[in-house]
Each structure stands twice: as structure tokens, then as C-alpha cells.
């Protein structure tokens, strides 16, 4: 299974999966699938410095019932200043960032899906490890576009998926993921600087679309006016010289879990002063009772809180509980 190490406002890589003997495969092909995920790191990645830009997004979020709800992120960023703009509903953040401190407009947290938004912007692009067995390349056209899709399957313990990723046969690009109950799809890529971005990418989670994202960066001529940018009653908040995350103390499992494959819920929340687990929140795969359980079983985790300075703080927290297979 593949982590994601995902950071704003660009491009970072994926591995699959921790290590295990190879299986049985064509080397052959598993140095062109290699190769193919090398030329696409290659092509959505940049190591220069990036001019002035915005990026404008636009997204919508599919709730498991059909339910759709907007929204918007804006961001100018210019050397070491950066100022962003989210809306979502009645949800509305401000945030200006610059070398010697943040001005925030609230401490609010965000909703679910605007976490699930900024998790597929900037795109992702992977590399196989021992895990990964490559089963084949097979030719198709996605997107109107010619591609190949490379198959793979990963093992990781007990947990044995079948996974594909494909790659546009002539730019290189990532134009589909599948990896596990995700699907992620990117299309309508443009060039920025020497870098093709997708101006289009859409989620689906166990089969159902459940977010349509469209994005577009631009230079900025003439200079930026940071103090019209700045929020009002910002609350300002100054980078940690030394920052220890949290740490877990007692963070049990339900009983029946096992050793695996297992169903996992994944919880976002934060871990407060008193190292408790606090707004625990689950953006719902459609299986209710479980995602309850979720919630109640963090909510008893204790962590040693987050150190800024010797000092304990607040921080935002991803969490997983396993369940048995459903």
C-alpha cells in the first residue's frame, strides 16, 4: 500500500509500500515501469525558483449520499511570503505567511474536505519498491489521451492489493491512479514554468466520485500589495526555532483488529495541551456505526503534546483505527 507525503503548493513523491522479497516478475518490465515513473517525476517537478504566481482553485465535494457543496483556495505566494484564501460553505480563512511570522484570520479548524482538497493539490507521483510486483504495461487511451498502464500488485503484511497507475505516452504525465478504494484521475494539463500541471483532477473513493477539483497558475506582473493581503484581527502566531511533534502514549486498537488486512477509518482531529485527542472528525466513507467508533475509540489515545520551544501547542493530527475486514 502506498503512502502519500503530500506538501503545498507543489509537486512531492509516493512510495508503495514498506519492503519485501520480490515475486516472481519480468524484470524487463519492471525497469520500463520504473522508467516511466522516473520521466513523470521528471516532468511535474522543478527544482528552480519559482516566480511570482497565484493559483486559483475551484472544487466541489461529493458527499456519499450525492449531497455537493464549493468551494475556493487562492494563493499569491513571492519569494519567502505567501498569503492563501479558503472558502467552503460558512467556512472562511485567511492566512498570511512570512519569514518571521503567520497572521492568521481565525483558529478555526477547517472542514474535512478542504483537508481532502489540499491533499490532491499538488499532484503526486510514485515509486515502486520491493513490494511492488509489476505484472504488466498494457496500452490505453484516457483522456483522449495515449497512455500506458502499468499493473502491480503490493503486498504489505497480510494486505494484498491490486493496484494501476498510468502515464501519458507521449508528455509523461500521471494521467490515472489506483491505489487501494482511491481513484484519482488528472487530465487537462498544462505547462507553468517548465512544468506540466493538471488543470483538472477528480477523486473517487470506493467507486463514487466524492471530489472535482480545476486549478490554474498564473505569473503576477508588478508588486504585491501585502498589506491590503492582510487579514484583519489576525491572530499571529511565530515559527517554533525547535518543534517536537507529538508523541503517542496509549493509542489501543479495537480488540478485534487482528493482525490484519483490516478496514481502516481515518480520523483527522487535534491533539491538545493536555495531549488528548480534541474535534475529532471523520469525512464519511458511508459506513456510519464504524466511523462513530472511530471517533469514540481516539478520543480516549493520550499523546505527549507537540513542543514549540519547550513549550506544549496544539497540532493537527491524522489518525488511523483498524477494523476487521468489513
Known amino acids: 500500500m502506498r503512502s502519500f507525503f503530500r506538501s503545498l503548493p507543489f509537486f512531492c513523491a509516493f512510495v508503495f509500500g514498506p519492503s519485501i522479497h520480490l515475486l516472481a516478475q519480468d524484470m ?13 517525476y521528471a516532468v511535474s517537478s522543478s527544482t528552480k525558483a519559482l516566480p511570482n504566481y497565484t493559483q486559483e482553485v475551484t472544487f466541489r465535494s ?13 494563493v499569491i505566494f513571492s519569494g519567502e511570503m505567501e498569503w492563501s484564501e479558503l472558502s467552503f460553505g460558512d467556512y472562511h480563512f485567511i492566512n498570511l505567511q512570512g519569514p518571521d511570522k503567520t497572521l ?33 504495461i498494457t496500452p490505453a487511451t484516457l483522456s483522449e489521451r495515449p497512455a500506458k498502464c ?15 497507475v498510468c502515464v501519458d505516452a ?25 512544468v506540466w500541471r493538471p488543470a483538472r483532477i477528480r477523486q473517487y473513493i470506493n467507486g463514487k466520485l466524492r471530489m472535482e477539483i480545476e486549478q490554474k497558475l498564473m505569473l503576477i506582473d508588478g508588486p504585491i500589495d501585502w498589506a491590503a493581503l492582510t487579514p484583519q484581527n489576525a ?32 480520523v483527522q482531529g487535534n491533539i491538545g495541551l493536555d495531549g488528548r485527542v480534541h474535534d475529532a472528525a471523520v469525512l464519511s466513507d458511508g459506513r456510519s456505526e464504524l466511523e ?11 499523546f505527549s ?22
Request: aromatic content about 8%.
Open 28 to 40: 524487463s518490465i519492471r525497469v520500463e515501469a520504473v522508467r516511466l515513473m522516473d520521466r513523470a
Open 62 to 74: 461529493y458527499g456519499t449520499n450525492g449531497a455537493t457543496k464549493d468551494g475556493s483556495y487562492k
Open 104 to 136: 492568521k484570520s481565525n483558529t478555526t479548524p477547517p472542514p474535512l474536505e478542504i483537508l481532502a482538497m489540499l491533499k490532491l493539490i499538488p499532484l503526486s507521483i510514485g515509486r515502486f519498491d520491493h513490494s511492488d510486483t509489476i505484472q504488466s
Open 150 to 164: 502499468i499493473h502491480f500488485e503490493t503486498v504489505n503484511g497480510r494486505t494484498h492489493q491490486s493496484n494501476e
Open 170 to 194: 507521449e508528455q509523461g504525465t500521471v494521467l490515472r491512479w489506483n491505489v487501494g478504494d482511491e481513484l484519482v484521475e488528472d487530465s487537462q494539463y498544462y505547462m507553468f514554468e517548465g
Open 235 to 266: 491572530v499571529t502566531f511565530v515559527p517554533c526555532q525547535r518543534y517536537n511533534r507529538p508523541l503517542i502514549q496509549s493509542a489501543p486498537q479495537p480488540s478485534s483488529a487482528g493482525a490484519g488486512p483490516w478496514y481502516d477509518v481515518k
Open 292 to 302: 462513530q467508533q472511530a471517533i469514540q475509540i481516539v478520543s480516549q489515545w493520550i
Open 305 to 326: 503534546p507537540a513542543m514549540c520551544d519547550g513549550k506544549p501547542v496544539p497540532a493537527n493530527a491524522s489518525l488511523v483505527v483498524h477494523f476487521p475486514p468489513q
